[in-house]
């Protein structure tokens, strides 16, 4: 089947913080929404979905004074690749989702490796 539907979620369906249950319920929502249209679809189109993480969206294709929060240099290496994600890997992760045609029903985590990383307050 070479029609697909790529749903974008995020890592907080996956981990939460204090206080971020309507976020973290949405997000979810669509990860389970992903794997039953994958179900449902089976016919039609393969669907899969994307967990972002921190993901810098600011610049020109985000519309004029659209500022992204500024990332420190501790932020930058907490993430395993030493960078914030940008457009560009959302890009490629959704095209690889699209072109893998036996990938179904399945949600990869675009976060730098921030999901494995296990932090504790020192």
Partial sequence: IQKSIVNISS????????????????KGGVVALTHALASSLSHV?????INL????????LYGP??????????DIA???C????????VAHAALFLHENYFMNGQCITLDGGMTKRMQYVE
């Fill in 82 to 89: 030493n960078k914030i994600g940008e457009s560009d890997d």
């Fill in 53 to 60: 993480g921190w993901i810098d969206v600011s610049g020109p």
């Fill in 11 to 26: 890592t907080r369906a996956l981990q939460s913080e204090h206080f971020s249950e309507p976020y973290a319920a949405g």
């Fill in 65 to 74: 004074g659209r500022e992204a929060y500024p990332a420190s240099k501790e």
């Fill in 78 to 80: 907490q993430h395993w």
């Fill in 45 to 49: 189109a393969r669907v899969n979905g």
